[in-house]
């Protein structure tokens, strides 16, 4: 009989990221296809009445939970000890939990300390012929694996975007609360603040409904014979602001800046899609300037909905890799829809 845990940590506002909510879908789904199996609830935070509340009638058999100003923020001592607790609170053989940066430094050393393995970037989790497999997607060498283990406990981090999150009625349930001692040693380092871009010029947006990729065709000459790589990032940063969108981009046109050509100047190898870059789910995505080809596809694999925009209609993405393929001149698409965003906004 396999017994699920499920690790979440609450935010300082007392809510749940929607990275949690996906995990509780994950780990509801796991728990009603293993025949015997119960499933816990555990939350990490400074309070955690509010987030209890929120997803109290998901199902989940107990609720654990360690709170207090030592968990409060991000910290690997204390989150660390924090999920140890509730991992042996619960006995659990198998511990689900969603792959925040938080839990991606501090569950590796629980691991550790459970003589476990861990497995993060899962996408999905299911039940075969009576075992636990994970899914995940090695974008490197463009497959998907299939993994089961046989030890336990056993540790697994899921990605971001990969399950529906979980909604329901508010419940407060019976919370069952540990109370832990940190001893000074734990509190060596001490969270100082957050530092984040004004909110008009954050331009990566996970839980953003639309990807926006620009590829090394807006810094090359135009019909003009000139390039217009400043009017390019006031297009670009335009329409990201009123679509709030996330912001992508090809490879080649973040490596441009150490070729010495123009570039755009907001675009850091963070922005990355693709092979070498990062693999985004986003419901919608639109490229702009790029060709399409296999490198830079591969990191499309999990947008639903894929459009692009170029002027070679026989470009990677006109064969077949595009829903939707307008060819046309970015910079005047990207120059209309501006226009008609500020009339909507107006």
Not at 35 to 64: D, K, M, N, Q
Not at 80 to 104: D, N, Y
Not at 241 to 251: E, T, V
Request: proline share 5%; net charge neutral.
């Amino acid at each position: 009989m396999e017994k699920i845990l499920l690790l979440l940590h609450v935010n300082s506002d007392g809510s749940l990221p929607k990275a949690a909510l996906e995990a509780v879908t994950a780990a509801r789904d796991l728990a009603c296809a293993l025949p015997a199996s119960t499933w816990t609830l555990g939350l990490v935070g400074a309070a955690v009445e509010r987030a209890a509340a929120r997803i109290g009638s998901c199902g989940a058999g107990r609720f654990l939970a360690v709170a207090g100003d030592d968990f409060a923020f991000p910290r690997y001592a204390t989150d660390a000890l924090a999920a140890e607790t509730l991992c042996r609170a619960a006995e659990a053989t198998l511990v689900v939990a969603p792959a925040t940066s938080r839990w991606m430094r501090a569950l590796p050393g629980v691991a550790h300390r459970l003589n476990a393995p861990v497995d993060s970037h899962a996408v999905g989790v299911e039940v075969n012929d009576g075992a636990v497999t994970l899914r995940r997607w090695y974008y490197r060498q463009r497959i998907e694996a299939v993994q089961t283990r046989s030890v336990r406990p056993w540790i697994i981090l899921l990605d971001a975007g990969s399950f529906k999150p979980w909604s329901g009625e508010p419940s407060a349930p019976a919370l069952e609360m540990f109370s832990v001692g940190v001893p000074d040693a734990l509190r060596r380092t001490t969270f100082l603040g957050l530092q984040a871009t004004e909110a008009g010029e954050q331009t990566i947006r996970p839980d953003a409904p639309l990807l926006f990729v620009a590829g090394a065709g807006w810094t090359k000459k135009q019909k003009d014979g000139q390039v217009h790589a400043e009017e390019a990032s006031a297009l670009i940063l335009d329409f990201v602001r009123r679509s709030q969108c996330s912001l992508g981009s090809s490879k080649s046109l973040v490596d441009l800046s150490s070729e010495g050509q123009a570039v755009l100047p907001f675009l850091t190898h963070l922005h990355q899609v693709g092979q070498t870059g990062s693999t985004p789910r986003h419901p919608k995505g639109l490229a702009t300037c790029c060709h399409g080809e296999e490198p830079h596809v591969v990191g499309w694999r999990f947008i639903n909905e894929r459009r692009a925009v170029n002027l070679d209609p026989n470009c990677g993405w006109a064969r077949g890799k595009a829903d939707v393929l307008y060819v046309a001149d970015a910079f005047e698409v990207i120059r209309k829809v501006n226009e008609l965003l500020r009339d909507y906004r107006t």
